[in-house]
């Protein structure tokens, strides 16, 4: 593969994704907070359904925990999410988030690790409860992360959220739980250079 795979890293997803707002000195992130069932893979009812967005510090994201901010921001089955939109010293970028549909098993989990080794992907693997998000180490540029949603959209991988992202701008990845999401997305797997 060419790339290192280091599995169920022990690592909380907060953790996964602050350590890559640090290395990339990621000043303000979004998160979107949002109903999951009216949040489907229904593209016109996402649409005319958009998450609540809010801009955090990243040193305000990193000192509260994910149950805080739910119980801030959310009301009955909303959930909260990171989105893909960061700034960094006032530039703005996408982190590369991808939101699979394929069922989560441990034949699909090693086909994903290794398409991410392939395509040279580095970033976390989350186990999201019904199938797989993925977080990218690097940053994009607006036009970059386009090109790479268009890609996933072509690539047929993740139902309509590539086509939906591109739609509003920006994609999210959910990190808390509600009633109808009841599984707390955990890392996975960490995907590295090797070296």
């Known amino acids: 593969m060419g790339f290192h795979v280091e599995h169920e890293p022990r690592i909380l997803l907060k953790d996964a994704v602050l350590e890559i707002f640090d290395e990339h000195g990621i000043g303000t992130i979004e998160i979107a907070v949002y109903d999951p069932v009216l949040n489907s893979d229904d593209c016109s009812a996402v649409l005319e359904n958009p998450p609540s967005l809010m801009h955090l510090s990243a040193e305000d994201f990193r000192n509260r925990s994910i149950e805080d901010m739910a119980k801030k921001y959310c009301t009955g089955d909303e959930v909260i999410a990171v989105s893909s939109r960061v700034s960094v010293n006032g530039s703005h970028f996408h982190l590369p988030q991808i939101d699979f ?3 989560n098993s441990g034949d699909r989990t090693a086909s994903i690790l290794y398409a991410l080794g392939e395509g040279k992907q580095t970033g976390f693997l989350v186990a999201s409860g019904q199938s797989y998000h993925f977080y ?3 940053l994009l540029t607006p036009e970059n992360w386009l090109d790479y949603m268009s890609r996933m959209n072509d690539a047929r991988i993740s139902g309509e959220y590539a086509s939906i ?10 990190i808390s739980t509600c009633r109808y999401k009841p599984h707390e997305p955990y890392v996975l797997a960490r995907i590295t250079k090797p070296g």
């Not at 992202?165 to 959910?174: I, K, M, P, V």
């Open 101 to 103: 549909t394929c069922e």
């Open 165 to 174: 992202s591109q739609n509003r701008g920006y994609s999210t990845l959910r």
């Open 136 to 138: 990218g180490d690097w």
